[in-house]
């Protein structure tokens, strides 16, 4: 059950005749954020008036922007609010209390209950018109750099209508890496084993009546042909498609014994919740091992590389230091200096397919197209240039057939400008990553990790509007 609270916020309570600094930066942050509007999306996830009284929106979502602000976990951003005015304050309490707010496990249903497409609503509605005066500073310093004739006739260029394109768009993609521990394929065998041998365990409880004995798994035995393994330095091609051989015997016998005991009338609904989610995933994962083993390749579709968490899928990214990463891959916009989150992605998506989209989201935003979209030498396919053509939208990146030498030094120019203004999104990927906690997301759940995706680029646009505001000393907030 939920229940709105009044509007506003006029003031808190605290003790020893204290009162808020109007400059403090939560005091400020708490100006700038919709809680109107976060708490009409947030109110549709209860469809009744009975059961518990539900914490408000403003408590939810604020406690996950400090989270991603300050990269708590969920235990200290519960103690921080716990002991700080300020942070109750941007929470919409009342009054400064000692109380815990809420336990710290509310924090999952919390980024259930705020998805990411409801940041991505809130971002567009707090940050477009800021992106909007940036690009109306970009025209107006453009005009200003232009030609003699245009500063000889600016009567006349006001009466011009606005341009139907305006503004540049810098689109790129980038990944954030999920907390799993590096997957090998015998490692997630051996995985598989461990927890099948669990759950044997528990399925052999219920039926131990009905057999004359305990079917034999061998799990001390295939436990010293792992550690062999791993506890070698360097491994032969022979070894590893030995060892490798030896678990998925181990598996496959694990599988059958579990399938044995469930004819016998053993029950999944025993198990514990994680043994019983796993259960599939380590079927799936098995046969694409097989599979693998089989043909002698090591690519299969939609490729297991974590059992806890089946949705993680390697993302080949081509980087000297990372070639391939594991976790969502996310494509953005920027514009004016602010990200707008286009996609979130748990496959490996090309990035130039997004392209297209990513325009029209941007058309749907500010009411027109860009002038411009830069991007890598990725997005300059055909199809992207076909799509920008019709829309009189500039491509960046060179052009296709042959060309003198004159315009091939034009173009060179050019690559760089954009090269250069391009940079822009790569420090912006670094400033979630770094100082937001985005280089590992520690949530468990697909739906969760998007939701702080997406928060910490809200984050970071904050940050670049708080950054960009005038203090303003001559307001007092609240006196005990």
Same mark, same amino acid.
């Given at each position: 059950m939920y229940r709105r609270k009044i509007p506003g916020q006029l003031q808190i309570e605290l003790p020893f005749d204290l009162r808020l600094d109007p400059n403090n930066r939560w005091v400020r942050l708490a100006g700038q954020i919709p809680w109107d509007r976060i708490e009409e999306e947030y109110i549709k996830n209860f469809k009744g008036c009975e059961g518990q009284l539900a914490k408000s929106a403003r408590l939810a979502f604020g406690a996950l922007y400090i989270q991603m602000s300050e990269g708590y976990t969920d235990e200290k951003t519960r103690d921080s609010i716990q002991e700080n005015p300020y942070l109750q304050y941007f929470c919409g309490m009342e009054c400064f209390t000692t109380e815990p707010p809420f336990d710290s496990s509310m924090m999952v249903r919390f980024r259930l209950r705020i998805p990411a497409e409801m940041i991505k609503q809130i971002t567009a509605e707090v940050f477009v018109p800021d992106a909007l005066k940036e690009i109306q500073i970009r025209e107006r310093e453009g005009q200003k750099k232009g030609t003699k004739e245009l500063e000889s006739n600016k009567e006349k260029a006001s009466e011009e209508p606005e341009p139907e394109n305006r503004g540049t768009q810098i689109v790129d993609a980038t990944c954030c890496p999920q907390d799993i521990k590096f997957p090998t394929d015998i490692g997630l065998l051996n995985h598989a084993r461990e927890l099948l041998e669990m759950i044997i365990d528990w399925l052999y409880i219920s039926v131990m009546g009905l057999l004359s004995y305990k079917p034999r798994t061998y799990r001390k035995v295939a436990r010293k042909d792992y550690l062999a393994y791993a506890k070698t330095k360097k491994h032969t091609k022979k070894q590893i498609r030995s060892t490798l051989k030896k678990q998925l015997q181990y598996v496959a016998r694990d599988l059958r014994i579990v399938d044995y005991l469930l004819e016998k009338g053993a029950s999944l609904l025993e198990?514990?919740? +994680?043994? +019983?989610?796993?259960?599939?995933? !380590?079927? =799936?994962?098995?046969?694409?091992?097989?599979? &693998?083993?089989?043909?002698?390749?090591?690519?299969?579709?939609?490729? @297991?590389?974590? !059992?806890?968490?089946?949705? /993680?899928?390697?993302?080949?990214?081509?980087?000297?230091?990372?070639?391939?990463?594991? #976790?969502?891959?996310?494509? @953005?916009?920027? /514009?004016? #200096? +602010?990200?707008?989150?286009?996609?979130?992605?748990?496959?490996?998506?090309?990035?130039? $397919?997004?392209?297209?989209? *990513?325009?029209?989201?941007? =058309?749907? &935003?500010?009411?027109?197209?860009?002038?411009? @979209? !830069?991007?890598?030498? /990725? +997005?300059?396919?055909?199809?992207?240039?076909?799509?920008?053509?019709?829309?009189?939208?500039?491509? $960046?990146?060179?052009?296709? #057939?042959?060309? *003198?030498?004159?315009?091939?030094?034009?173009?060179? @120019?050019? !690559?760089?400008?954009? #090269?250069?203004?391009?940079?822009?999104?790569?420090?912006?990927?670094?400033?979630?990553k770094r100082k937001f906690s985005l280089d590992l997301v520690m949530t468990k759940l697909p739906e969760t990790s998007e939701t702080m995706i997406a928060m910490g680029f809200f984050v970071a646009n904050m940050e670049r509007k708080l950054s960009r505001m005038v203090p303003h000393n001559a307001i007092v907030l609240s006196v005990a």
């Open positions: 198990l514990p919740s +994680y043994l +019983y989610k796993a259960l599939p995933t !380590i079927r =799936k994962l098995y046969c694409q091992q097989q599979e &693998m083993f089989d043909n002698q390749v090591h690519r299969c579709d939609d490729r @297991i590389v974590s !059992i806890a968490q089946p949705h /993680v899928r390697p993302i080949v990214r081509g980087k000297e230091n990372r070639p391939t990463e594991f #976790g969502a891959k996310v494509a @953005i916009s920027l /514009v004016g #200096g +602010y990200a707008f989150v286009n996609d979130i992605s748990w496959d490996n998506v090309p990035e130039a $397919s997004l392209l297209p989209e *990513s325009g029209e989201e941007y =058309k749907k &935003m500010f009411g027109f197209y860009p002038e411009k @979209i !830069i991007g890598d030498r /990725v +997005y300059a396919n055909r199809n992207n240039r076909a799509w920008c053509k019709e829309r009189g939208i500039h491509l $960046s990146g060179p052009r296709l #057939g042959r060309k *003198s030498e004159e315009v091939q030094r034009e173009e060179a @120019i050019q !690559i760089y400008k954009d #090269g250069c203004e391009r940079n822009a999104v790569e420090g912006k990927f670094g400033v979630v």
